[in-house]
């Protein structure tokens, strides 16, 4: 009864002493456990060949392009933002237009397989694009769309060739040459044995 209701302090006595070795919270010795291989990996480098480089065009296009396309999105929008008003509602319309296609093209149950093969959504959202690029004609923000392409579109393209997507390959092959350098990634599986 005599520590009812009381907040017992710790002591100002000597700390307890700790084993020999650095423990974590389990007490089990940190330096038992393996510790695993850091290594550094840079997610760019330069292809070996042209086809190599169209290769990661093409996947890297396919794999970041919502990215690709919020990147130039953004810096169209930002150029629209000082002049350019009414071009700026237009772009934010159609914007919202091609988001609730997406939505409700996910939404529609899985029996309507049919309208997914007869409506293509690559074929709707370039539609939208080029809608939204003639509604910016229009407005007279032609000049800025042109900028912003200009400007964005070497950027995703330089960035498409030099990323190396690290979650399909394992190693490199080795070119030719007796030479150092970087070879290509190696896919992890190889699709002509894949398909059995």
């Known amino acids: 009864m005599a520590g009812h209701g009381t907040i017992q302090r710790p002591s100002t006595m000597s700390p307890p002493t700790t084993p020999a070795g650095p423990e974590d ?3 089990k010795n940190r330096d ?3 510790r695993p291989e850091f290594r550094l990996v840079c997610p760019f480098s330069i292809p070996s ?3 190599a480089a169209s290769l990661r065009i093409i996947r890297n ?3 970041f392009a919502l990215y690709y396309t919020h990147f130039v999105w953004i810096v169209l929008f930002i150029t629209l933002i000082p002049q350019r008003k009414v071009s700026l509602v237009y772009l934010v319309i ?3 237009v091609a988001s609730l296609y997406l939505l409700l093209l996910r939404a529609l149950p899985p029996y309507f397989h049919l309208l997914h ?3 293509y959504k690559s074929m709707v959202l370039g539609l939208i694009a080029v809608a939204t690029m003639i509604e910016l004609i229009a407005t007279e923000a032609g000049l800025h769309l042109v900028i912003t392409l200009a400007a964005t579109v070497p950027i995703v393209l330089i960035h498409a060739v030099l990323w190396v997507r690290e979650d399909f390959c394992v190693e490199e092959r080795t070119g030719g040459g007796g030479g150092g350098g970087g070879g290509e990634l190696v896919p992890l599986v190889d699709e002509s044995t894949a398909m059995v």
């Open 49 to 51: 060949s042209p086809e």
């Open 25 to 27: 919270s389990t007490g």
């Open 61 to 63: 296009l396919g794999h």
């Open 117 to 119: 093969k007869i409506i």
């Open 94 to 96: 159609m914007t919202y």
């Open 32 to 34: 038992d456990f393996e």
